[in-house]
Nanobody, 119 residues
Framework: QVHLVESGGGLVQAGGSLRLSCAAS????????MGWFRQAPGKVREILAT???????YYSDSAKGRFTVSRDNAKFTASLQMNSLKPEDTAVYYC?????????????WGQGTQVTVSS
């Protein structure tokens, strides 16, 4: 059982930056790839970025160029640095852990952290 806790959300003006963190406990961190997702009101959940234990990265078009995903395997944490934020980035942001190549829906999810970008 993996427990994930996100932090770092908040209110920021357009053009600003936020760094989200995800602390993991339980399980074997090296067995999991970590991902960041978001869901805005009335919209489907959107994948943003993922990172494997070895550091292989994936970015969606929404995240590419503005967001940077990282992980600290020694501290069992993952982070999402978000720059040049826009009002349309307003959403609840989630981190997730999926074992090996398994589907994200069968993995573990944090409770989410609200990010609000004002214009």
């Amino acid at each position: 059982q993996v427990h994930l806790v996100e932090s770092g959300g908040g209110l920021v003006q357009a053009g600003g930056s936020l760094r989200l963190s995800c602390a993991a406990s339980g399980g074997t961190f090296s067995e999991y790839r970590m991902g960041w997702f978001r869901q805005a009101p009335g919209k489907v959940r959107e994948i943003l970025a993922t990172i494997t234990w070895s550091g292989r990265l994936y970015y969606s078009d929404s995240a590419k160029g503005r967001f940077t995903v990282s992980r600290d395997n020694a501290k069992f944490t993952a982070s999402l640095q978000m720059n040049s934020l826009k009002p349309e980035d307003t959403a609840v942001y989630y981190c997730a852990a999926a074992q090996g190549t398994s589907n994200w829906d069968s993995g573990y999810w944090g409770q989410g952290t609200q990010v609000t970008v004002s214009s």
